[in-house]
């Protein structure tokens, strides 16, 4: 089967017979589609990765866990990363990866919970000030 297209032969292929709904496509025939492989890490991921082990790990069981690609979850902990301090994000990240959480929320209550004193004045009755 030839195909032309303008006047100009674009295609030639065997024919199929005794095939219902066959197909054929020669290499090189289709133009590539414009998107990325599934297994490429996005942007934020690229930045995240190779900062320490424990992150690393991190990273790979919560992609496991998330829908498609995960740019999502990826944006917002390197916001967390960049937000809060290094090693208050680090040991929140080993103990959410202990205990298995990779709810973000959760991970950056974690994180909370390791800076309180740092940025927050707390008085004796729990309150809380900005001094």
């Not at 937000?83 to 990240?93: E, G, I, K, Q």
């Amino acid at each position: 089967m030839v195909i032309y297209h303008g006047g100009r032969r674009v295609a030639d292929h065997p024919r199929l017979i005794d095939q219902r709904d066959g197909r054929i496509t020669a290499p090189g025939h289709h133009p590539p589609l414009f998107r990325k492989p599934e297994n490429t890490a996005c942007e934020q991921e690229r930045k995240l990765t190779a900062y320490h082990p424990d992150l690393d790990l991190y990273i790979r069981e919560l992609k496991k866990r998330v829908r498609g690609r995960g740019m999502a979850q990826f944006r917002r902990l390197l916001n967390l990363k960049r937000s809060y301090p290094a090693d208050a994000f680090l040991a929140a990240v080993q103990h959410a990866l202990h205990y298995c959480l990779f709810d973000l929320n959760r991970l950056e209550n974690l994180i909370l919970e390791r800076v309180a004193g740092d940025f927050f004045q707390l008085d004796q009755g729990g309150e809380w000030s900005c001094d």
